[in-house]
């Protein structure tokens, strides 16, 4: 079974900055693409970041030029640095264990928990 834990989230201002964490287990972490998702109430998970195995990223454009995804594959971790938030990012993120095919993302079953970013304006 593979575990997905994140961590990072909190209550930051408009212009702030936090980075989230998941760490992986269960599974090989190197040989599999990761992608960061959010909810935010009432509305539907969305993708906002990914990395494949090799590295490459992709962003939603809400977040292009502000978010930076990144791994540690000694550290079976993904990282999303998250710069200039706004309000708007405020939603619960969590990560993924997924596949990447011709540079779209695709999800599996597994989660992580979730953690909180709060953006206060």
């Known amino acids: 079974q593979v575990q997905l834990v994140e961590s990072g989230g909190g209550l930051v201002q408009a212009g702030g900055s936090l980075r989230l964490s998941c760490a992986a287990s269960?599974?090989?972490?190197?040989?599999?693409?990761m992608g960061w998702y959010r909810q935010a109430p009432g509305k539907q998970r969305e993708l906002v970041a990914h990395?494949?195995?090799?590295?490459?990223?992709n962003y939603a454009d809400s977040v292009k030029g502000r978010f930076t995804i990144s791994r540690d594959n000694a550290k079976n971790t993904v990282y999303l640095q998250m710069n200039s938030l706004k309000p708007e990012d405020t939603a619960v993120y969590y990560c993924?264990?997924?596949?990447?095919?011709?540079?779209?993302?695709?999800?599996?079953?597994?989660w992580g928990q979730g953690t909180q970013v709060t953006v206060s304006s």
């Open positions: 993924n264990k997924g596949i990447t095919f011709s540079g779209t993302y695709y999800s599996s079953d597994y």
């Open positions: 990395i494949s195995n090799r590295g490459s990223t």
């Open positions: 269960g599974s090989t972490f190197s040989a599999n693409a």
